[in-house]
Structure formats: C-alpha cells, structure tokens
C-alpha cells in the first residue's frame, strides 16, 4: 500500500468507518409492509442502489490502496452516477419511478433485438430453453408493462431525451458535481478519449515514451476523500426511507467529511470560498 498523506489516511478511515456503520445494509431484508402499507418500490430501489455504491467505494478502497489512483476514478464515477439516480428517483416518486422502469425494460428489449440481429440461432435457442415458470413470468411481466405504457400515456417516450444524466443532475441540483467532478472523470478514466492516453505519454527524445504510471498531466484525485463524501451523501437520503436505516454515527461522519474537504479547499485556495456560486458550496 502507498504511504498516504495525513489527509489520505484520515479520509480513507472515514470511508472504513462509513462502511462498518452501514454495514446493516448487508443482508437487511427490505419489507413488503411497513406500518400497514405497501412498502413504496422507489424506496426499495433506492436502498439497493446504496447497496451497490457500498461496494463501489470498496472498489475504490482496493483500488487505491493498490496504487492505482487513475483506476479508482472509475468507481468514484459510478457512486455520483447512482447517487444522481436515487435522488432523482425521490424527486418523484411515482412518475420517476414508472419513467426507470419503462427505460430499463426498453434496453432489455434493444438487447434481445440486438443478439436476434446478430445471433439468430443463439436467440431462437435461448428463447426455446425457457422453463414453464419463465415463460409464465414473462407473460406477467408484459401485462405489468401494458399497464405501465397505458399509465405513462404521452410521458414515454417523448420525454426520454429530458431522462439523461446531465438532466437528472440538474433536477435534483448535483449539476456542479456532474460538470466539473464527473466530466473530468468521464474524459480521463473509462472512455477511450485522447486524455485517457496522454495522462501516460511523456515527450521523449526519440518521440514519446508510455510510461507505466500516470504522468504530471494526471490531477490527483482525493479519490477516498470523494468516495467517503458521495456514500456519505447516498446513506443520509437513504436514512430518511425507513427509522431501520437511521445510522447513529453517520451525522458525525458527514461532519468529518464536511471538516476534510474545507481543510483541503483552504490549503489549495484560501479564498476559494469567495470564487464558488452558491449551489455549488452546497455541492462542494
């Protein structure tokens, strides 16, 4: 493992200790009721989307413990991604939450078209090998999404193009974080963009040399710093679903974080307070 920074080793414990206080969220068991009612389906996707972003800031943990910081970014992307998500979805419950559903069932089917375009026979096979009880939930399923399109109406899909990230960011006011933190990550790490190459080249006598490490050109992200902060963030929307999920340590955690980011902003920009809009000291 590096040798960390004072600033890296108190953000990466902060980050360790979110995941020991969340750590009911393994194996709990979301309910069907609660206090007599159905248990809304938003919240149960809401918590299964902080699930997965506790593995992701295991990911970046790993990651970076490993040396490899660039890496890291990746999962760090993903957390504001799904972060975005479920906040969206709180926005409006009932509308966001059929909107989800209709876009996932529509990739699922650009998937099926897509391998009986390109695999006929693989398609045909796959359909043929369905068991009784698959068909059966299959032929549930298109019912349920009858209903849905019918309850949609105009909704879907003339507004699909208003559904993107960006939008959902802006809706739910991570538009900050998405334009500066998310874009850099997006340009450096997992699309195959000229940055994502020059962050290894140097110039070189002969040409340029690939070095094995990321170059000077690479900011350094506090990649456990931000890791801690978006499922700081994820797990304080997602106490507020259910009293199970009221973690007694997470106020003073966020705390920290708050305390660890203003330490840093002071250290790099003294009057970085003074250049920054309103929403995004509210991000920041």
């Known amino acids: 493992m590096p040798q960390l920074s004072e600033e890296e080793a108190e953000a990466r414990s902060i980050g360790l200790a979110l995941l020991e206080a969340s750590s009911i969220y393994e194996g709990y068991v979301i309910p069907t009721f609660e206090e007599g009612q159905l248990f809304p389906p938003h919240r149960r996707a809401i918590i299964g ?32 991604e799904f972060l975005v998500c479920q906040r969206w979805l709180a926005l409006d419950p009932d509308r966001n939450w059929k909107l989800w559903m209709a876009d996932d069932h529509a990739a699922r089917d650009l998937w099926r078209k897509r391998l009986l375009e390109h695999a006929p026979a693989l398609h045909d096979a796959a359909v043929a090998a369905l068991m009784p009880e698959q068909r059966a939930e299959g032929e549930e399923v298109a019912a349920g999404r009858a209903r849905l399109d019918a309850e949609l109406g105009d909704q879907w899909p003339g507004d699909r193009r208003q559904r993107n990230l960006e939008q959902r960011a802006a809706q739910v006011g991570l538009s900050f974080l998405y334009d500066v933190l998310y874009r850099y990550q997006s340009n450096a790490v997992p699309h195959p963009s000229m940055l994502s190459v020059d962050l290894l080249l140097e110039e070189h006598e002969n040409g340029l040399v690939l070095r094995g490490e990321p170059t000077a050109q690479f900011v350094n992200l506090p990649v456990y710093l931000h890791g801690a902060l978006l499922l700081s963030e994820a797990l304080k929307d997602s106490a507020e679903l259910t009293d199970a999920l009221r973690l007694p340590g997470l106020p003073s955690l966020g705390r920290d974080i708050l305390a660890l980011l203003e330490k840093r902003a002071s250290a790099q920009m003294p009057n970085w307070r003074d250049l920054m809009s309103n929403e995004a000291l509210d991000q920041a």
């Open 49 to 80: 989307l902080v699930g997965r972003q506790r593995r992701f800031l295991r990911a970046v943990h790993t990651l970076a413990d490993a040396g490899q910081l660039l890496e890291a970014v990746g999962p760090l992307r993903s957390m504001l």
